[in-house]
């Protein structure tokens, strides 16, 4: 199965999730390419940017998996090709 190049978006609300965050993507960390997250204090929200090469399957699994921890918003956006 081909590869595809996505775009997680990651907002942590919850402070106390940031663990399991941390933990799924350890889980699939042979996937990631890179990973930017900025604590906004002013907000008490921190965003993660987390760029990811691997088949949908893959993608589609990481994003459920954080999508369904509490206190957390996510959007994926992936390549067309």
């Known amino acids: 199965m081909?590869?595809?190049?996505a775009l997680i978006g990651i907002i942590v609300e919850d402070m106390e999730s940031a663990n399991k965050v941390n933990s799924i993507l350890h889980e699939f960390s042979e996937y990631i390419v890179g990973r930017m997250g900025i604590p906004y204090r002013e907000r008490m929200v921190s965003v993660i940017s987390v760029v990811i090469d691997a088949p949908q399957p893959v993608i589609s699994t990481v994003s459920?998996?954080?999508g369904m921890i509490s206190g957390i918003s996510v959007k994926t956006v992936n390549t067309k090709a």
Do not use: M, Q, V
């Open 2 to 5: 081909e590869n595809k190049i």
């Open 64 to 66: 459920g998996k954080l």
